[in-house]
């Protein structure tokens, strides 16, 4: 049972990652990411990490929502932007990565009723991550920390060329 | 964690703690002096501190690090040659892009990676350290901002590598797929009850180690280097070359030992072949070039060649101590010329408005008008070409003997055709610097030049001992190998 939804989720992962590939549309690409990346997170929780699961939602999903989002608002201005928005969105747009959700919806339910069965045969809780993130691990932690520093800084600088040349004009 | 973790964790810490302080220096007080300063100073102590450190290794400090000698040895002389390139790049920054306080601090940050990475006996630290070294470096790369060139080369660099770390990150996926661990160590443990002709534990194998490979640039992943090479600020491709290929081959080095994956044949056999490669291919490359940054790029290809030998001759248990006290000799002695030759076309380069190309024609009659920093410079080419009296010579000695008693007569073939083949292209850079001068004459910098000046002297020197007093670091070496 929990084999079967596994295999049928990756197969949506599958698809939907060759579609956010092959689509020409950016929009309609970033909609098939965020399918594909909630598929995956659909086969964390059935390989027993919840955690996985709910951070690969709320970082990748939410993160690619908000780059979705910056699409939108930077390549529509204007009366023309906003007729090619509706365009873009319209309903037979939707169908497809709606169902692709709706099947991944369907097997979390499913997933859910029938409890703890895991694919992988372990459940790794939330708390056990802590504890190996904050016990032996917690050096990783520390230089993790100092990773986002350095892309912190070098994403400012970078960033800053085209605010300074913005300024100059 | 003990106290005793915390002292060998030393140069790491007092590394992160310059960045910190770094960083609040910038956010009070912007003065690109003062953060040079710092930085300096943060980077030499975090070289003493190795030295701090050092009567309790070897000792491993959580699964994720080691520190043993050898490590502390490099994690000192990453950080000197972190320091060294701050001093080269205090000039050259202060006219390249504005608030070049940042520059320091992710050079910090580079070396911290580096120095994880030299620690490093996790295949999760290995990520880690990996990652931090060449995040900062993108940005480094990038980071003059009044031309396009670095950016080009930052963006070239940026898309390869991550997809080559992908790639690695996928094969480390495999291999805990199959074995269950992450550790070096445990790693070979299990690598040895399973079969060696599991598909998904070669695929894995072989996907982690292109990966590395490509941050080697060892052929037939280098295609990246050279336009990296050029566009990169001096400075900065220095610090890329010397550090960043160094520390990855001593994670590679540490990663056959202790995992032993010297037992797969095959698999050295294709580092082999790689090294054959690199030699030939970075030799004759470099015949062609005109423009001497994509010339030390080529040779530096080269170099990782003559390096990768020493994969070969571990294969065979008895010459494998031999083998790694070559390797080790070989990155120090490459190391501190590689940085000498960059800081001295840095020195050269200082002159033009757009630095980031310095062709042949840019330093011809330079022995007439600026005669010590031409010597400098031959020094330091001859030390790459492996000529007598300089570490260069010495290095490749090593290999060479390490070579032949690990009786690998096709790779100690392609290192003398190399060898021979790369005499040429670094001669004529001194043929350039002798020739009658022309109208071309460069305006000397003012500020920073005695420090930049005295800083590669003092390289110079060190590469003249290396090549003429070898037996301390020789003596050095064998004793905390062995």
New interface residues.
Partial sequence: MMESLFYLASLVAVMATVAALTRANAAHALIYLIVSLLAVAVLFFLMGAPFAAALEIVIYAGAIMVLFVFVIMMLNLGESGTAREQEWLAGRNWIVPGFMAGLLLLELMLALRHGAGTTSGVAVSPKAVGLALFGPYVLAVEIASMLLLAALVGAYHLGRRFIVRREQR | ?SSADFIALSPLLVL?AA?ALL?LQIAFLRSVTLSALLAAVGLVLAALSCVYAAPQAPLQ?????LLDHLALLFCALFSLAGAVTVLLSLDYIQCHG??PE?YF??LI??T??AC?LACANHL??LL??L??LS??L??LI??P?KSLLP?EAATKYLVLSGAAVAMMLFGFALLYASTGTLSFAELGARLAQLPATDPVLMIGAAMAFAGLAFKLSAVPFHLWTPDVYSGAPAPVTGFLASVGKAAVLLVLLRLFLEADLFRYRILVELVGLMAILSMLAGNLLALLQTNIKRMLAYSSIAHIGYLLIVFMVSLDAGSRALGIEAAAFYLVAYTVTTLAAFGLLTLISARQAERENVELHHINGLFWHAPLLAGLMMVALLSLAGIPLTAGFIAKFYIFSAAVSGHNWILLGALIVGSGISIYYYLRVVYHMSRKPEQHHPQPTARGYWLVRSLACLLIVAILLLGTLPQALMSYLRSILS
Wanted: proline letters at 3%.
């Fill in positions: 964690m992160s960045a960083m400090v959580t699964p994720l690090l504005d608030e940042e601090l992710l940050l580079s911290l990676g994880v999760a630290s880690l350290g990652e931090l995040i900062a993108y940005a990038a980071y901002n950016l």
